[in-house]
């Protein structure tokens, strides 16, 4: 295929179906997915074999860009915050609980159930393992929830003296954290260095290798799915 743009349309083409086919799956599906494209397709083999291999390849794409942008982002995000507060902690002590706000939840982002548009639900632990100190890890992600993510009261279970003099609660103050930093720092290395083993060991360090079972065939695949389009219509 020379012509970008035909080639373009072409793959836009093909994207809309598998989105279509998925907005519209039922959720209770066979156990072969080749027989729900096949419905899609009206009986087609061909063409429900050509719309496998796409929804097989956004599958990947998804999790190729899931983990090698998303997820390596949010850990060096968490990194660069980690590392000014540590710089910066008595200079500026202004920016200590922002930047100790930013690094929780930067760091904590990748290990929430991330549900990708194809219906894939990303879990890293499952995939990469937990990070160590575990008892840092746990600290990071429990008090994220608790102070960043939610509002709920428990964890600092608010007193209001009833003479008006003050308010009392458990709280979470910079000293409780001052002497953990470098652990932190190096809590998110570490999941740092599981990223990349991780992703390295599934071929993402370069993106040839890791979709080199997408190579092209010439196949419907490659051809404008006009079969598709004169059923459901096109972008």
């Known amino acids: 295929m020379n012509d970008p743009r035909v080639q373009y ?115 890293i632990k499952k995939d990469i393992g937990s990070p160590a100190p575990k008892m840092i890890h746990d600290k990071v992600i429990t008090e994220r929830d608790q102070l960043y993510a939610h509002c709920d009261l428990s964890p600092l279970q608010p007193r209001l003296s009833l003479l008006g003099i003050s308010l009392k609660g458990s709280g979470y103050y910079w000293d409780n954290y001052v002497k953990i930093l470098p652990d932190i720092l190096g809590l998110i290395e570490h999941a740092i260095l599981l990223t990349e083993n991780y992703t390295n060991s599934l071929g993402m360090s370069d993106v040839k290798t890791y979709f080199k079972h997408f190579e092209e065939t010439g196949g419907l695949e490659e051809q404008e799915p006009t079969f598709l389009n004169e059923l459901y219509g096109y972008e």
């Open 9 to 123: 349309r072409i793959h836009s083409n093909w994207r809309h179906h598998v989105l279509r086919y998925m907005d519209n799956k039922p959720k209770k599906q066979s156990l072969h997915l080749s027989n729900s494209t096949l419905e899609y397709c009206r009986g087609n083999v061909e063409w429900a074999e050509a719309l496998d291999l796409w929804i097989s390849f956004m599958k990947e794409e998804e999790r190729y860009s899931f983990y090698r942008h998303f997820v390596s982002q949010s850990f060096a995000d968490a990194k660069i915050s980690i590392q000014l507060l540590i710089d910066r902690q008595k200079t500026d002590p202004s920016i200590r609980m922002p930047l100790l706000r930013d690094t929780f939840m930067c760091y904590s982002r990748p290990f929430t159930k991330s549900r990708g548009r194809l219906g894939v639900k990303y879990c």
